[in-house]
C-alpha cells in the first residue's frame, strides 16, 4: 500500500533551473510535511502544511487539499540543494506517512 | 534539527548481538518516533509513543523493543540483532497540537554482519 506518491523519483537539473517535485497522497490529513535528506545525513523540515502556500527563500510549498496533492517548487537551483526530498503526510491520528522521496542532482 | 538526538550515529553488530539507540528531545515532546530507512523505501514505523510510559506498536515492530521511562527519552532496543535490521534508523518527536512540526533525528546507521 502507498499512501503517499512521489514524482519523479530522480531528477537532473542544470543550476538555475526551475524545479517542480509532486506529491500525492490517499488519507485523510492533518498536515503535510516537506522534507530534505542530504547524502548520509540527518531529515530537515523544510515546510508543514495544512493548506495554501508556503514560501521559504527560493523555495515554494503549495497543497491542494481537494485534490489531495502537493507540490514543491524551487527557483533557481543551486547545487547546494541536491538532495533528497521526501514528502510526508500525518493523518488525523497522528500517524505518519512517507513517500520513498525524489532524488535531486543541480548540475553546476 | 536541533532538539533531537541520536545515539549512536553509527554501529555494526553482529548476528545475536543486542544493542540500544537512544533518542533524547529538549522540546518537552508528547509524542515520539522510531523509523527506519531502507533503500527504495519510505520511513517505516517501527514503534511511537505518545506520552511518558506508553509505547504502541507501528508497521514493521518485530525484533525491536522500547521504552519511554522519560518523557525526553525514548529507547529502542534490539535483543537479538539480524542482517534483515541492518537500516538507518530515525527518530523524531512532534508536540501535541494539529500546528505542531515534526523534528527529526540525525540517524542512526545500524550494520548487522
Known amino acids: 500500500k502507498n499512501e503517499v506518491e512521489q514524482s519523479p523519483q530522480n531528477l537532473t537539473a542544470q543550476e538555475g533551473e526551475f524545479i517542480t517535485i509532486n506529491c500525492s497522497y490517499s488519507v485523510g490529513i492533518s498536515a503535510l510535511h516537506w522534507l530534505q535528506q542530504h547524502p548520509g545525513g540527518g531529515i530537515v523540515s523544510l515546510f508543514m502544511?495544512?493548506?495554501g502556500k508556503k514560501k521559504h527563500g527560493r523555495l515554494i510549498a503549495t497543497i491542494n487539499i481537494q485534490e489531495k496533492h502537493s507540490s514543491l517548487h524551487i527557483t533557481a537551483s543551486h547545487p547546494r540543494d541536491s538532495a533528497v526530498y521526501i514528502c510526508a503526510v500525518r493523518d488525523t491520528g497522528n500517524q505518519f506517512y512517507f513517500g520513498t522521496g525524489t532524488s535531486l542532482t543541480v548540475i553546476p | 534539527n536541533a532538539g533531537v538526538t541520536q545515539t549512536p550515529k553509527f554501529r555494526v553488530l553482529k548476528t545475536g548481538q543486542s544493542m540500544t539507540l537512544l533518542c533524547a528531545q529538549d522540546?518537552?515532546?508528547?509524542?515520539m518516533y522510531w523509523y527506519r530507512q531502507d533503500p527504495g523505501m519510505g520511513l517505516r514505523l517501527i514503534h511511537y509513543?505518545?506520552?511518558?510510559?506508553?509505547?504502541a506498536k507501528g508497521e514493521v515492530p518485530d525484533g525491536y523493543n522500547v521504552s519511554r521511562l522519560k518523557k525526553q527519552n525514548f529507547l529502542l532496543g534490539l535483543e537479538s540483532a539480524a542482517p534483515s535490521q541492518t537500516s538507518v534508523y530515525f527518530c523524531?518527536?512532534?508536540?501535541?497540537?494539529?500546528?505542531?512540526?515534526?523534528?527529526f533525528g540525525q540517524g542512526t546507521r545500524l550494520t548487522v554482519v
Open positions: 509513543s505518545v506520552g511518558e510510559g506508553t509505547t
Open positions: 523524531a518527536s512532534r508536540g501535541q497540537g494539529q500546528g505542531n512540526e515534526a523534528f
Open positions: 522540546m518537552n515532546h508528547e509524542y
Open positions: 502544511l495544512s493548506s
